[in-house]
């Protein structure tokens, strides 16, 4: 078996490693930047550096890339794809792309469906990427009308490559959840940092300040493509937070301590439920 890998950044060269350490297939990757490709093939991570012809030994092909690179990579590469090959995406939005990517696998005789490895850290790029990186992470499966048989060889390599579980969701569910549980921490963490207070942080900040501010580490034009292309469930999410956030301000603004404490008593007691 052999698997296509485009792009080797921070996800896509941890599906390399990953691969290349966990299960028998062939890696291929491919990558703009040369240099990526030949640190991917010295480490072991790849065993060729893919030219497009490549693409017809691929039994499995996983689009590593920001969404309209991946759209974009389709509509130019497909004709060197394998009939039937089973192609994937690792984006952080689904309904746009699953769309698009459905219509040209409909159209071009290969298989699609969606991914999303709920997994990363701070650090991008191949020199972050690690094997270990999906152990015990969840990969959200975005079916698109794909086959069982394409469904099940996904969900089964996924857990060769040591993801937790896999879960099946639409692509509406996906971008729904996903911008309460990824873009608005993101959005919230930029948003925080920006406090004319956060240079002075040091020598008053522990825990609090760490947690909240992590994710602000933010690759701003990846971002700025899942913020806008998920727009309405993100502002969705926006409103409620900046609802929530007027209550507790109203509160303290008016010296209303029985209003300030039914708030919090409920943020703790949902958090408590969630964690047992």
């Known amino acids: 078996m052999t698997v296509a890998i485009v792009g080797l950044g921070l996800i896509g060269g941890s599906l390399a490693k990953a691969f290349s350490e966990r299960t028998a297939y062939q890696v291929i990757g491919f990558d703009r930047n040369p240099e990526v490709t030949q640190a991917a093939l010295t480490s072991g991570a790849i065993q060729k550096v893919g030219e497009p012809a490549d693409l017809s030994q691929a039994d499995l092909i996983y689009l590593c890339v920001y969404p309209h690179a991946a759209v974009q990579f389709v509509k130019e590469q497909h004709p060197f794809f394998k009939k039937e090959v089973v192609v994937t995406d690792t984006s952080g939005i689904k309904t746009e792309i699953c769309e698009e990517l459905s219509s040209l696998a409909r159209t071009h005789g290969f298989v699609f469906a969606g991914s999303h490895p709920m997994a990363g850290k701070e650090q991008s790029g191949f020199w972050a990427s690690e094997a270990g990186l999906f152990d015990g992470a969840s990969y959200l499966l975005v079916p698109c009308g794909a086959p069982e048989g394409a469904l099940a060889l996904l969900s089964e390599t996924a857990l060769q490559l040591g993801f937790g579980g896999v879960k099946r969701t639409t692509p509406e569910e996906h971008d729904r959840m996903i911008a309460f549980t990824?873009?608005?921490?993101?959005?919230?963490?930029?948003?925080?940092?920006?406090?004319?207070?956060?240079p002075r942080h040091k020598g008053f900040s522990a825990g609090s300040y760490r947690d909240v501010s992590r994710v602000a580490r933010?690759?701003?034009?990846?971002?700025?493509?899942?913020?806008?292309?998920?727009?309405?469930?993100?502002?969705?999410?926006?409103?409620?937070?900046?609802?929530?956030?007027?209550?507790?301000?109203?509160a303290i603004q008016n010296n209303d301590r029985d209003a300030?404490?039914?708030?919090?008593?409920?943020?703790?007691?949902i958090k408590e439920a969630l964690d047992e």
Not at 227 to 245: K, V
Not at 260 to 267: E, F, S, T, Y
């Open 260 to 269: 300030l404490r039914d708030i919090l008593r409920c943020g703790r007691q």
């Open 218 to 250: 933010i690759n701003e034009e990846l971002w700025s493509e899942l913020f806008l292309e998920n727009r309405e469930p993100l502002t969705a999410e926006m409103d409620e937070l900046i609802r929530h956030l007027e209550g507790i301000r109203a």
């Open 182 to 198: 990824s873009q608005l921490p993101h959005a919230l963490a930029c948003a925080y940092v920006l406090s004319p207070q956060c």
